[in-house]
């Protein structure tokens, strides 16, 4: 059963997104998907660990073999994140959200390191603002998007600060020197 256009057509969060863009650039270094592969998701509640829980899904969906413990004739797959970044762009009513992400890579085999190296991914979608405030994740500071400011409080907000900050000290001395 096929599901409805409407249900196909939604964007995905921002953490797909880089779970998307996570697997992309492991499964690039897979060379050989006939061997088992050995990859310990992170034990400890964050961003890196719902990575690891979305990979290790999307992994399993390709049809890979994942073990947690090292045996022979396995190749072990590590990855540390080097940096991770959502950006959005406006056009006309629509925001262009940019989420890239650069991981470097360890591929060994029989505790072998094979490669090693920075791989980039990045995924691009167009979203409507209620979209851009529905897909963030406040858990992590990576998925978050922060609020555009118009140039009225760009202008405004340092403009009062001074304005303030000169009153301060003008009725300081002035009360100063009564």
Not at 76 to 102: D, H, P
Not at 138 to 154: H, M, Q
Request: hydrophobic share 40%; net charge neutral.
């Amino acid at each position: 059963m096929l599901a409805p256009i409407s249900l196909l057509a939604q964007p995905k969060p921002t953490i797909e997104q880089y779970a998307d863009c996570l697997s992309e650039c492991l499964v690039r270094e897979l060379t050989d998907t006939t061997l088992p592969i050995i990859f310990t998701p992170e034990k400890t509640i964050g961003f890196k660990r719902e990575l690891d829980l979305r990979l290790q899904s999307a992994l399993l969906e390709k049809g890979l073999v994942l073990r947690e413990s090292p045996s022979e004739q396995a190749q072990e797959l590590r990855y540390e994140i080097q940096s991770a970044s959502v950006s959005v762009e406006e056009r006309s009513s629509q925001f262009v959200r940019t989420v890239s992400l650069m991981v470097f890579v360890k591929r060994l085999l029989n505790s072998e390191l094979k490669s090693a190296k920075s791989i980039t991914a990045q995924k691009r979608d167009t979203l409507s603002q209620s979209d851009l405030e529905r897909l963030n994740d406040t858990r992590y500071p990576e998925t978050t998007i922060a609020p555009r400011r118009t140039w009225l409080e760009k202008a405004l907000v340092p403009t009062l600060t001074t304005l303030s900050l000169g009153v301060i000290v003008y009725l300081f001395f002035s009360v100063r020197s009564n």
